[in-house]
């Protein structure tokens, strides 16, 4: 907490007013992505994501995208970025039949959580 309180060039001061500082350190949470399909020829997909940050406010999401083949399944998964530093809460992917494709969000807040 601090005081705050003016003070004028004949030396008259105002009233002083007390109020608390918040440190915002903590992340983004709640983070969640949901992947819609359609196929017309290509596979469509919609995706969205959203994250919750009530001190400081989400200022970028980074979204990622890996993909894998049934004779692949057990190899580990290959981040890419598909979307970084995007203040956008939403995309559409065209995907290839056959690939199973993977997405994450990680949300950023205005201090860099």
Do not use: C
Request: charged share 10%; no cysteine; glycine share 6%.
């Amino acid at each position: 907490m601090f005081n705050v309180f003016g003070q004028t060039i004949d030396g008259a001061t105002s009233t002083i007013v007390s109020t608390s500082i918040w440190h915002d350190s903590e992340a983004p949470t709640s983070t969640s992505i949901t992947v819609s399909t359609s196929t017309q020829g290509a596979l469509k997909m919609n995706i969205t994501w959203s994250a919750v940050d009530t001190l400081s406010g989400i200022l970028y999401f980074d979204v990622q995208i890996a993909s894998s083949t049934p004779s692949a399944s057990s190899a580990p998964l290959a981040w890419q970025p598909f979307l970084s530093n995007t203040s956008s809460t939403k995309a559409t992917f065209l995907g290839v039949d056959g690939i199973t494709y993977y997405f994450r969000a990680r949300a950023t807040d205005a201090l860099g959580n």
